[in-house]
């Protein structure tokens, strides 16, 4: 099973400062034929459920803020928030698709 | 719009049964493949199952295999999972969530509808 590992666990940020999640693969996500990175990202927030942000590693979800973006390739990927607001608060999860389904341990995102 | 909307969730014993439900509307829900993701509490996501839309390809996360088993009924517009020899480790909020239609190889993708599950406690 391909294991997905988050860091931070938490992270506190300043209202309207970046905040930067990465997440790494214990083997590549990136489908080589296809040119695509199996690699999605959710935001969830308390007492709902996940909200997609960003699949294929880097496109956006219609809907979804562009200070959201996602980055990066093979094994090692980011999620940025590029000001944080308040509505952001909320437990972030990465997700691969290239070999069935695992998730990420998630990273909980506050306001410093 | 998309809804998705669980039920069948509750107390059981250990070793019990329960079987989740989820009434799919706002598409065409026999073209699209079909999961279940749960969420032990204060946890993080678990994939649990995955079926395509014409039930051709069916996936277990190892941890249900054997006791699980996913199903759709296309006419009713409806996903299950019949859950048997529950364990009290399967304690959680089951969602249901829809599979983004890339293609029909048979796997899946990225889960672009969640719908706001229903909690399941296996507890004596």
């Known amino acids: 099973d391909i294991v997905m590992t988050q860091s931070p666990d938490s992270l506190a940020v300043s209202l309207g400062e970046r905040a930067t999640i990465n997440c790494k693969s214990s083997q590549s996500v990136l489908y080589s034929s296809k040119n695509k990175n199996y690699l999605a990202w959710y935001q969830q927030k308390p007492g709902q459920p996940p909200k997609l942000l960003i699949y294929w590693a880097s496109t956006r979800e219609s809907g979804v803020p562009d200070r959201f973006s996602g980055s990066g390739s093979g094994t090692d990927f980011t999620l940025t928030i590029s000001s944080l607001q308040a509505e952001d608060v909320a437990v972030y999860y990465c997700?691969?698709?290239?070999?069935?389904?695992?998730f990420g341990q998630g990273t909980r995102l506050e306001i410093k | 719009e998309v809804q998705l909307v669980e039920s069948g969730g509750g107390l059981v014993k250990p070793g019990g049964s329960l079987r989740l439900s989820c009434a799919a509307s706002?598409?065409?829900?026999?073209?699209?493949?079909m999961n279940w993701v749960r969420q032990a509490p204060g946890k993080g996501l678990e994939w649990v199952s995955y079926?395509?839309?014409?039930?051709?390809?069916?996936y277990y996360v190892d941890s249900v295999k054997g006791r699980f088993t996913i199903s759709r009924d296309n006419a009713k517009n409806s996903l299950y999972l019949q859950m048997n020899s529950l364990r009290a480790e399967d304690t959680a909020v089951y969602y249901c969530a829809r599979d983004a239609p890339v293609d029909l190889t048979g796997s899946p993708y990225y889960f672009d509808y969640w719908g706001q599950g229903t909690l399941v406690t296996v507890s004596s």
């Open positions: 997700h691969q698709y290239y070999s069935r389904v695992t």
């Open positions: 706002g598409f065409t829900f026999s073209t699209y493949s």
């Open positions: 079926i395509s839309s014409t039930s051709t390809y069916i």
